[in-house]
């Protein structure tokens, strides 16, 4: 086998919890041992010192700074992922009568879907279900009378990417899990935006939720104390007790990735690192990417090989190339590459250069 790039540091493809900075490991390993010279550790911090609170000040700080967020919208460091999210959207904007408009273009908007319909009426207003989520429905209507559209900005499993904001006067909700602060979007035109840390934010245990405030407020069932966003925003995302170090991996990699250059330059960086991959897989017979090409997500880039003797080979050699998290979603099947933000372009190189070493032998 051949072993191209690998230096003994891991290429991470993973789908999330993935790739962090390396500055990022460093100094979160620092903080666990002394966070800035307290002579405590970060984990064992109370969340009410101010040692935290101005954790959480310049986190939320830098969200709004890159996300160039108006004073309309709040930042939110909530627990329970985005799946939670599925439901306390739902449950805060959705009354029983009334009817939301969602896409169902892979496997997380369909559960978004289901959970949506146990508060309210759902119009499914588009699908690519007929051709198993292979690409983004377009040209379909949203009703104006619908309270609200939702979709997935960036289909992680199934390897597809709206890429424009679907025109409509009704309040746009997205989860943007895996592609958020990725790419330039006018992020003021969501009423609702919620995301996951592990892909591009930080680390596991929090998700972001960006909402505007003149949408709350207005269903007529009684929220749990801990499911109301004004309860949240009231408390500066301390409610209760939050996920103290995943807040701090979170404002760490915030402030790595204006040190970077911002969002502009993540997008810069990872439309090279796409282009890279697609193009290799575009060349290669032996590779078959699965989605249509205008859809293709830059985040999660996902093909598979018809002869599964051959599959496996390709596997191994990305193994013994240092390559880690490149298999696809078991209902995928094939392969996955995620080039989240932190991924370097150095191990987007070391995988085409591998699939083209791999093409010459076997294709
Ligand atoms: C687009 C998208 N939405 C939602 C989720 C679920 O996130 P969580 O595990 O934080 O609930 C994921 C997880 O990978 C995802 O990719």
């Given amino acids: 086998m051949t072993t191209l790039h690998y230096t003994g540091v891991a290429h991470n493809f993973n789908s999330g919890p993935s790739v962090l900075p390396r500055e990022v490991f460093e100094q979160a390993s620092q903080a666990i041992l002394d966070f800035n010279n307290s002579g405590l550790s970060i984990l064992e911090i109370g969340h009410r010192t101010s040692l935290f609170q101005e954790v959480m000040d310049e986190a939320v700080a830098l969200l709004k700074e890159l996300m160039k967020l108006d004073n309309e919208h709040e930042v939110l460091f909530l627990h329970g992922g985005a799946s939670t999210q599925f439901f306390q959207i739902p449950m805060n ?72 904001i679907p025109e409509t006067n009704v309040p746009l909700v997205a989860d943007m899990s895996s592609d958020i602060l990725s790419t330039s979007v006018d992020f003021n035109r969501f009423s609702l935006i919620y995301a996951g840390a592990q892909k591009n934010i930080g ?74 991959l697609y193009a290799t897989l575009d060349s290669l017979p032996v590779f078959r990417p699965k989605v249509a090409k ?19 080979k390709f596997l191994a050699e990305c193994k013994n190339n240092g390559m880690v998290g490149i298999k696809g979603h078991r209902t995928v099947g094939g392969f996955r590459a995620s080039l989240y933000n932190a991924l370097p372009i150095e191990s987007a190189i070391a995988l085409s250069d591998v699939m083209k070493d791999f093409a010459r032998k076997h294709g």
């Fill in 203 to 276: 680390a596991a245990g929090v998700n972001v939720v960006v909402v505007k405030k003149d949408i709350l407020g207005k269903v007529s069932r009684k929220l749990p104390t801990m499911m109301d966003y004004r309860n949240h925003i009231e408390n500066g995302s301390m409610l209760n007790t939050p996920p103290v170090f995943a807040v701090y991996v979170c404002m760490l990699t915030l402030r790595w990735l204006k040190q970077q250059g911002g969002i502009p330059e993540m997008e810069r960086l990872n439309e090279a690192k796409a282009k890279l």
């Fill in 294 to 312: 205008e859809d293709r997500s830059k985040m999660n880039v996902v093909w598979v090989m018809d002869d599964v003797e051959l599959e496996k």
């Fill in 93 to 164: 904007l959705l009354d029983e009568k009334e009817t939301a408009a969602y896409m169902d273009c892979g496997t997380w908007g369909t559960k978004a879907i289901k959970e949506a319909k146990l508060f309210g009426n759902v119009d499914v207003v588009a699908s690519s279900k007929d051709k198993s989520y292979t690409y983004i429905p377009k040209g379909f209507t949203i009703p104006s009378s619908a309270k609200y559209f939702h979709y997935t900005s960036n289909n992680t499993i199934e390897g597809t990417q709206m890429h424009a």
